[in-house]
């Protein structure tokens, strides 16, 4: 399928993004959720490189481009609704900012937030961005 026909199937929000969760391709480890705008989706697709919308920075945002901590797309998906990416990736290194593998290292017990210790940070998170 060629990439316009996908695109058009999209639903964006009303800022033209729309959520994509970065999951590891051959171990199915929920890695991140970031947002792609059209113009990061097209760059993704033509590069193999995950690039996304910096909504913080109102910017592209190529994974790794300060950490080297790269993303290589291995397969896109869309949900069933049209409104969610799935980025299947072969992640480099840690994806997380603070140093982790995954951005998903706290899960709530009680209605409290609790930091899985087998979650550590591998990567000193000031060393990422040097």
Known sequence: MSPAP???ALKFDSTGLVPAI???HD???VLMLA???REAIEETLATGRVCYWSRSRQRLWRKGET???VQRLVEMRLDCDGDTLLLRVDQTGVACHTGRRSCFFRRVEEGQIVEMEVDAALVEPGRLYD
Do not use: N, P, R, V
């Open 67 to 69: 950490s080297g901590h």
């Open 35 to 37: 947002w792609m705008s």
């Open 27 to 29: 171990t199915g480890e």
């Open 22 to 24: 970065a999951q590891q």
């Open 6 to 8: 996908f695109l058009e």
